[in-house]
């Protein structure tokens, strides 16, 4: 049996609430692997994920956040 004759059962992706957001309006969110950001309605920026490269602008000593976290440089 060859590498192709095996099929990979893909996985659906899954949302659930983020509670540090529940009382926000968020009108965007986006991201890609280790790091994501949120968009309020009234033009906040909340980031989550690694900071080692400064993807999320949160300053050099901040290596990353486990939560959803304003962003007011941004």
Do not use: Y
Not at 23 to 52: M, P, W
């Amino acid at each position: 049996m060859d590498e192709f004759s095996v099929q990979k059962k893909k996985k659906e992706p899954s949302f659930s609430e983020v509670s540090e957001l529940s009382e926000i309006e968020i009108v965007c969110i986006s991201g890609v692997l280790k790091h994501a950001i949120a968009v309020s309605k009234d033009h906040r920026v909340f980031v989550i994920g690694e900071n080692k490269d400064g993807q999320l602008s949160l300053g050099k000593k901040t290596s990353g956040v486990r939560k959803f976290t304003e962003n007011t440089a941004l």
